[in-house]
T-cell receptor
């Protein structure tokens, strides 16, 4: 089983739609969780951190469910510029893993006019 | 524009060649990373340097040899590569090795390597 799993999509949605991505992780001891965004042929960039209490940044909301080992990202009022691949990222437990971030396969979003 | 600079942007090499990828950051970050990314796949961690010392090697074959000459520079020396090593090689840096606290890696634009 992969350490971080995402539905690769693609998700094709019209402008203005609300879209949700899910991610599951296998190691219950994982410590920290993040969403990254990667545009086509560009480098990944941090989008937001994910907390158990939820985290909202404008149109983006991230949630963590530790009991189910599940992370989500909700995008409201989708814009054309939201088209990208969204990568779920997990930081594993353990001092030997300091500096280690594990990237999921990514979910591709295509927002259409 | 990214503050992590990688050169060259593109590299084509034969299986018997020796080449190097270079990465530079001037943000005062104390951790630097090499990731490998193949098409439609996620970035895969190769090496982590923490305060200029190698702290993580993800069982990378010895034909890849990292080097951190100082806190701003990171090299990846390549020798006797295989065609399956063709990929985008991403360098990244973070303020400290405790990246799990912020999750923020600053990536360069990558070096796209083709091995013939």
């Amino acid at each position: 089983r992969k350490e971080v799993e995402q539905d690769p999509g693609p998700f094709n949605v019209p402008e203005g739609a609300t879209v949700a991505f899910n991610c599951t992780y296998s190691n219950s001891a994982s410590q920290s969780f993040f969403w990254y965004r990667q545009d086509c042929r560009k480098e990944p960039k941090l989008l937001m951190s994910v907390y158990s209490s939820g985290n909202e940044d404008g149109r983006f909301t991230a949630q963590l469910n530790r009991a189910s080992q599940y992370i989500s990202l909700l995008i409201r009022d989708s814009k054309l510029s939201d088209s990208a691949t969204y990568l779920c990222v997990v930081s594993p437990h353990g001092s030997g893993n300091t500096g280690k971030l594990i990237f999921g396969q990514g979910t591709t979003l295509q927002v259409k006019p | 524009d990214t503050e992590v600079t990688q050169t060259p942007k593109h590299l084509v090499m034969g299986m018997t060649n020796k080449k190097s990828l270079k990465c530079e950051q001037h943000m005062g970050h104390r951790a630097m990373y090499w990731y490998k990314q193949k098409a439609k796949k996620p970035p895969e961690l190769m090496f982590v340097y923490s305060y200029e010392k190698l702290s993580i090697n993800e069982s990378v074959p010895s034909r890849f040899s990292p080097e951190c000459p100082n806190s701003s520079l990171l090299n990846l020396h390549l020798h006797a590569l295989q065609p399956e090593d063709s990929a985008l090689y991403l360098c990244a840096s973070s303020h400290s090795p405790r990246v799990r606290l912020t999750g923020e890696l600053f990536f360069g634009e990558g070096s796209r390597l083709t091995v013939l």
